[in-house]
């Protein structure tokens, strides 16, 4: 019998159990387990009917990754699905956790489907580049219709089980022991032509509605929305096959496409996007057993946008927040935005009214800073001003009580400077969340000289509780993302001046693949932040560089984006549709004339070499220098923070696709013509002579 596949009788019901820790993935050993098991109970005349469960945490979360390209071994999916399906006895999957991809397709492939009401379904395989390729596209139709499949294999989201159940994707709700409630189900069903009717394969009474005219549609609104990556519109093609094609080559079609998708650099990219982020929790002298301190009540010191952003994260998932601010007023103004915040998530259907009342219940408001003495973790989220930060690291010290971690959220202040004004250095570290941080993914955790280890394992630890994606830095301008983001708008600007126009830029970005262009982001940001740094900074600046003013002199135009009505688009009221502006045409084409700048025309492909590249080289200074501990977190940080397209793997993957070789002589010709910027990174020259990429790097480390 199979390591990973255990096979018992339980009267006259036979029960598979999946066992391959940690999520149960499809691996050549529980197929070859699955197929054995199958022809075990088929044999067993005793044997009525068969129960399939995943052991542990969860039900089958698809096929195992790590064996995708890589020679294939065992029976095939598509085949055992075909088995299972065609079994005289009727089979029921119990699902608990996720079942996800190959796991869900084998679900559809069983007679029946039966779940706890805490488990999730889904078919997440465009998020890596793929299609549900073992019969998903086919089957799945064919249980809940062509709109509602295109919807769940499209987005790659999961459904809760009582909205598969609603939508026939479930047949029973289990409440309590589900491996019982399932045997017990299954005896119900263990009987003669207990799978008649059953075989999804056979059914075709949830195809109609959707005609030609339906596809075409469904194709361009899908392409919109994917933004560059090909398999949403491929799965389109797969579900056009399911409604007019007969199932057997519905099949082919499916596998066909599955091929070519698995081949192509977008799913290697989405691949790489998954074990990346996972990676990133791996810390070489962190190790996964080092203690951690117990986090059961937060502080937080301004209630700002960070500071309320920051707070909801905690409360979401019952942790009580105290968040402090100066002033009575700024307090209000605060926690009024977390109950704004919360009541259009409730609008939109996504939170009940009950549940954000007992989130919004979690946060406190409070004047003093003493009010931090119970909390286990302290997060100081005030203006990024180091005196005022290192003022309130001193009071942090005074009141904080000990073996508390506490943690600025310094979007690139030095944090070892912050840490020194207290006498417990070791517990200081550096939580780097994002704007609008209950939204965004990312949490750079910034290790600062001093910082302990369990602090560090506790940030990480935390970050995955939040949610969010934690990646470690070291204490740098800008750590990992805004260090490598200055490189990205600094050019974005100098194109202008040279001959193109924000709505250039930000188109040929877009194209790319990115959610928003340079300008059309500054303009939902505010093009007022860092401007009073910016105009300070303009009396000592260094005569040996290039600076661009533009953006400076919009803000004294009062250009301050969409939160004024015009920044570097104008906006029609109450619309966020950037429209081109001739005064801001005429403010660049003046600002190329006062540096001497003829205007030439810039191709789209200058524009993303240069708003991309610099970035790379940036990354290979922040590797060398041990700011980024590998290649991947670096992708990682500027997929999940920046909005760069996931199915280009992030900048370093990217890098490696274009060929190092090519990137640098860019890299190297920019140098040329700028002088002072893009120095290229001797890390990347290094791997270019070794004929290397930043994969090979991060392997041989
Ligand atoms: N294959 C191989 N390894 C997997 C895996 C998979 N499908 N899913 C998760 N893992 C690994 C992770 O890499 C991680 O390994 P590590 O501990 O060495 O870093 C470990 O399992 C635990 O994963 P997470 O840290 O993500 O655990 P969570 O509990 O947070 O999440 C999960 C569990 C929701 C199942 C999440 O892991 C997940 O979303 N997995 C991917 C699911 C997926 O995409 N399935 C479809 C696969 S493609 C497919 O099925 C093709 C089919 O159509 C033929
Ligand atoms: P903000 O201006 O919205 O909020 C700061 C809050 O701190 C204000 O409510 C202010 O009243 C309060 N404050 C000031 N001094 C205080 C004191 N002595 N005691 C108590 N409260 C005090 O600023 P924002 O944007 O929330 O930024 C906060 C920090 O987060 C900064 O360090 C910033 O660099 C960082 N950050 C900001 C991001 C952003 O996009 N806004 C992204 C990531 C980090």
Request: aromatic share 6%; net charge neutral.
């Amino acid at each position: 019998m199979s390591e990973t596949v255990r096979y018992e009788r339980r009267g006259d019901i036979a029960v598979i159990t999946v066992d391959n820790p940690p999520v149960n993935a499809l691996s050549s050993s529980v197929r070859q387990g699955l197929a054995d098991s199958l022809a075990q109970a088929l044999g067993d005349g005793a044997v009525k009917a068969m129960v399939l469960i995943g052991a542990g945490r969860t039900y089958i979360a698809g096929a195992d990754i790590r064996e995708f390209g890589k020679p294939f071994t065992g029976p095939g999916l598509q085949q055992i699905i075909a088995d299972f399906e065609r079994s005289s006895k009727p089979v029921v999957v119990a699902i608990h956790g996720t079942a996800l991809g190959g796991g869900l397709e084998v679900a559809l492939g069983c007679h029946y489907r039966v779940a706890l009401p805490s488990a999730q379904l889904g078919l997440p395989e465009v998020k890596l580049g793929i299609l549900p390729g073992a019969g998903g596209t086919q089957r799945m139709p064919r249980v809940i219709g062509i709109k509602a499949a295109l919807d769940m294999i499209t987005s790659g989201d999961p459904i809760p089980a009582a909205k598969a159940k609603e939508i026939g994707l479930v047949d029973a709700i289990i409440e309590g022991d589900l491996l019982e409630g399932a045997i017990k189900f299954a005896e119900t069903v263990a009987i003669p032509g207990g799978t008649t009717g059953r075989r999804v394969s056979e059914r075709s009474d949830k195809l109609g509605g959707a005609d030609t005219a339906y596809f075409a549609e469904a194709r361009k609104s899908v392409a919109a929305k994917a933004r560059g990556q090909i398999a949403p519109v491929k799965i389109v093609d797969a579900l056009e096959a399911a409604a007019t094609l007969p199932f057997t080559d519905g099949m082919k079609k499916e596998r066909e496409i599955a091929t070519e998708l698995m081949a192509g650099t977008q799913s290697k990219a989405l691949r790489h996007v998954f074990f990346a982020e996972r990676e990133a929790a791996k810390i070489p002298d962190v190790p996964a057993d080092t203690p951690t301190r117990p986090v059961k009540s937060v502080a937080i010191i301004g209630a700002g946008t960070m500071g309320g952003g920051i707070a909801m994260n905690f409360a979401n998932i019952g942790i009580p927040v105290t968040l402090i601010d100066s002033t009575e007023e700024f307090l209000e103004r605060g926690l009024k935005r977390i109950k704004d915040n919360y009541a259009v998530t409730v609008s939109r259907g996504r939170l009940s009214q009950p549940d954000m009342d007992k989130r919004v219940g979690l946060i406190k408001g409070a004047l003093d800073i003493d009010r931090i003495k119970d909390a286990d973790l302290v997060i100081e989220a005030v203006f990024e001003e180091m005196a005022l930060k290192k003022d309130i690291f001193g009071k942090i010290d005074q009141f904080a009580k000990p073996g508390a971690v506490l943690a600025t959220n310094t979007s690139g202040l030095n944090i070892n400077e912050i840490a020194a004004v207290t006498k417990r250095p070791q517990d200081v570290i550096g939580l780097h969340f994002f704007s609008p941080a209950n939204v965004m993914r990312l949490m750079e955790v910034v290790r600062a000289d001093k910082t302990g280890k369990d602090i560090i394992a506790t940030s990480m630890q935390l970050g995955k509780t939040i949610r969010k994606v934690p990646v470690l830095a070291r204490v740098y301008e800008g750590f990992i993302g805004n260090a490598m983001l200055r490189h990205y708008g600094r050019e974005a600007h100098f194109l202008l001046e040279e001959g193109a126009l924000p709505q250039q830029v930000d188109k040929a970005l877009t194209d790319f693949g990115y959610a928003m262009g340079m300008f059309g982001v500054h303009d939902v940001a505010g093009n007022d932040v860092g401007y009073r740094m910016r105009k300070a900074a303009q009396a000592t600046r260094p005569n040996d560089r290039r600076y661009s003013d533009i953006i400076t002199k919009l803000c004294d135009m009062g250009r301050l984006g969409q939160k004024t009505g015009k920044g570097w688009y104008r906006y029609e009221p109450g619309s966020r549709t950037p429209i081109p502006d001739p005064e801001v045409e005429a403010l660049i084409i003046q600002e190329s004339k006062l540096k001497g700048i003829e205007r030439r025309v810039i191709t789209d492909e200058e524009i993303v070499k240069r708003c991309v590249y610099g970035p790379i080289n940036e990354g290979a200074n922040l590797l060398e220098k041990g700011i980024a501990l590998r290649p991947s977190d670096i992708d990682t940080v500027y997929v999940t923070g920046y909005g760069f397209p996931s199915w280009r793997g992030g900048p370093m993957f990217y890098a490696d696709t274009v060929g190092l070789a090519n990137v640098l002589a860019d890299i190297k010709r920019f140098h040329e013509k700028d002088g002072f910027f893009w120095k290229p990174a001797p890390l990347l020259e290094q791997l270019v002579k070794e004929g290397k990429t930043f994969a090979d790097y991060q392997a041989a480390r």
